[in-house]
């Protein structure tokens, strides 16, 4: 007797492939996040905010230079840049001074921006949902063991080992990298020995925003850009890190990978409490590894 | 002990002010006797969390759990057995407590903001189950037109009802507070290396504090069901949980009135501007920058200092115990 008849092997396989192109989104947008809270130590809420202002300014870009075949592209290249200036402002206008604040200020401080963003986004894009169609190179699906796999979600499995190349590479090989991994365990000593621990902040969280720009410019032609879309995937991206281990880049893959798969094949399983399973997950990790699963910087 | 909660100098005002909040059906249009009837079941349930957030300094992110668990209880109840009206008003705190139990046994033994995340990811699971489980807690609609028992159903009974229950509760909070476990809770915020050396089980009582604001959370949540009728999944979802955390940072959360000020201020911030602009969050969100920024002990904190100063050795408000720097170490 099978246990779940529609469950043959060839759906499964799509079904971790789809959960792992999700778990690509997760993992940049996470990343970013466990930048800040590792270096910086701001518990970030205002995160999932950027992400939904990535989403709709790579729509608003794109279907300005929508004649052109480019117009995705442009967006992707331009919509981080906007949320990093973003973040920018936000760093070196207001956080800076709070970093000797207790931590749950700091928690409220970034939920209040959430709220703020909220209101700025109805006031700029208005309350409607929008939609992106996915850029002309990647519409279609290939077939994969019979069944369709959508070109985008291809592009978007490759991208997700290259971020997080590219992201060992900056934490482990650069001087920045250095300086802020350092910044991260002793500030004051950094600052002593002549680094301009400021900057480094400044350039650490400005990077953090970037990455949620561009989780958001990857996700918004595979679902509705809308209202809301920040509140659902700050607690996703919160649990990632915390499951992965406060500040570690590493982490955060692992715990985008478990997120995005327990998520896919949990819709599988039983589909009217899908959403159930990864969380199901995140409580059993904590449950036996407080801490996260990997060494976290705190 | 009881005149305890107040200075000396404020005891008339308070009086006073109890005197308005009975009288006040007499005189108030239905309106704001709702109003008023919503910030007490509030401002409950923002003491409630004080409780474990500024007495205990436990990071209790997601407290609107135990609120929304009291309110489901109550009104499932109501609904779905024939049991008396007072069973299920009985019962919601009791689940709510029980909850608090087995979320305090998972979550206690981590460190701050682990314990918060850990306290979100179980508080999510719980409000997905309530959202999709269509035949029992009725989704997302939630469940509407729970008819209350004559005696406290229309505005002015439900008003007195709430407001009995409201004020008994903060009485027994404060006696919580004042008691040697709401000493032990404090010194455990201060500085828990300390108590554990010199006897304090730090876990059981962190548990066990938990529970006890869970347990208000949970009346207030069947109180809620009260002034509503209704129940839906968002009195679960973490931004509820957020928002109560800023009511007690805004009214300050070193005093025992702080969180029901926060609530009152916030809630009539929402009705009253509501009439004039479409963007209130982005309001809200302002005056929360600017409270972090220039009142980070909160209203009453911030009026508390400003008393001492003028009246030195005296307080308005004796229940406060504000460290003097806030810790700023956190794992």
């Not at chain 2, 407590?97 to 206690?108: E, K, M, N, R, S």
């Not at chain 2, 005056?287 to 508390?304: D, E, Q």
Request: hydrophobic share 55%.
């Amino acid at each position: 007797m099978e246990l779940f008849p529609s469950l043959s092997f060839s759906v499964l396989c799509i079904q971790i492939l789809v959960g792992l192109s999700k778990a690509t989104i997760l993992f940049i947008v996470a990343s970013g996040l466990t930048l800040i809270l590792g270096v910086l130590r701001i518990p970030n809420l205002a995160h999932g905010s950027l992400y939904m202002i990535g989403a709709f300014t790579t729509y608003s870009i794109a279907t300005a230079f929508s004649q052109s075949n480019l117009g995705f592209w442009v967006a992707l290249l331009l919509a981080p840049l906007v949320v990093a200036l973003i973040g920018l402002i936000m760093e070196q206008g207001l956080f800076r001074f709070l970093y000797k604040r207790d931590h749950l200020m700091m928690l409220l401080f970034t939920f209040s921006f959430t709220l703020v963003f909220a209101d700025l986004v109805k006031l700029v894009w208005g309350s409607d949902y929008r939609s992106l169609a996915v850029p002309k190179i990647f519409q279609g699906s290939y077939l994969l063991l019979g069944m369709p796999f959508p070109r985008y979600n291809l592009f978007l499995l490759l991208l997700g080992p290259l971020f997080a190349a590219g992201l060992w590479y900056l934490t482990n090989r650069t001087l920045l990298g250095k300086i802020s991994r350092a910044a991260a365990v002793d500030r004051e000593m950094v600052g002593a020995v002549g680094v301009n621990v400021n900057l480094v902040y400044a350039a650490v969280f400005v990077l953090g925003c970037y990455l949620a720009g561009i989780g958001g410019a990857l996700v918004a032609p595979t679902q509705n850009i809308s209202q809301g879309m920040d509140h659902s995937i700050i607690i996703e991206i919160f649990l990632i890190v915390i499951i992965g281990g406060l500040g570690n880049v590493w982490g955060a893959l692992l715990g985008a990978v478990i997120f995005g798969l327990t998520d896919a094949i949990g819709i599988l399983v039983a589909p009217q409490f899908g959403i159930v399973f990864p969380y199901l997950a995140v409580i059993t990790v904590l449950t036996f590894r407080p801490k996260g699963l990997l060494k976290s910087i705190w | 002990m009881i005149f305890g909660i107040f200075g000396k100098k404020s005891l008339p005002l308070v009086v006073l002010f109890l005197v308005g909040l009975i009288f006040m059906p007499y005189v108030a249009p239905r309106f704001y006797i709702y109003l008023v009837s919503a910030m007490l079941v509030t401002g409950l349930l923002a003491t409630s969390l004080n409780l474990v957030l500024g007495y205990g300094g436990m990071y209790q992110f997601h407290h609107a759990v135990f609120y929304g668990v009291g309110a489901y209880t109550t009104a499932l109840m109501l609904t779905k057995t024939s049991l008396p009206t007072w069973v299920a008003f009985v019962s919601a705190p009791l689940v709510a407590a029980f909850f608090g139990l087995v979320i305090g046994l998972i979550c206690a033994r981590l460190s701050s903001l682990h314990f918060g995340m850990l306290q979100i990811s179980l508080g999510s699971l719980l409000w997905v189950i309530v959202y999709r489980w269509y035949d029992f807690t009725g989704g997302d609609d939630g469940i509407h037109g729970i008819s209350m028992p004559a005696v406290i159903s229309g505005t002015t009974p439900a008003y007195y009802f709430i407001l009995a229950i409201t004020a008994l509760c903060l009485l027994l909070m404060f006696i919580v507070i004042k008691s040697p476990f709401g000493r032990i809770l404090q010194a455990l915020r201060d500085n828990p290396e300390r108590c554990a050396a010199i006897g304090v089980n730090v876990i059981r009582h962190r548990i066990l504090a938990l529970v006890v604001a869970a347990l208000f959370a949970g009346v207030a949540g069947s109180l809620f069901v009260t002034l509503e009728g209704s129940v839906f999944p968002d009195l679960l979802f973490w931004t509820l949980s957020l928002e109560i955390l800023i009511m007690c940072l805004l009214g300050g959360w070193f005093t025992f009135f702080g969180p029901m000020l926060g609530a009152c201020l916030i809630i009539s911030l929402r009705t009253f501007a509501g009439n004039y602009t479409e963007y209130l969050t982005l309001i809200l969100g302002l005056m929360m920058m600017l409270t972090i920024f220039f009142l980070p002990k909160g209203v009453l904190g911030f009026v508390n200092d400003l008393f001492r100063t003028r009246f030195p050795g005296q307080s308005l408000e004796e229940s406060s115990h504000a460290p003097d720097k806030i810790s700023t170490k956190i794992i």
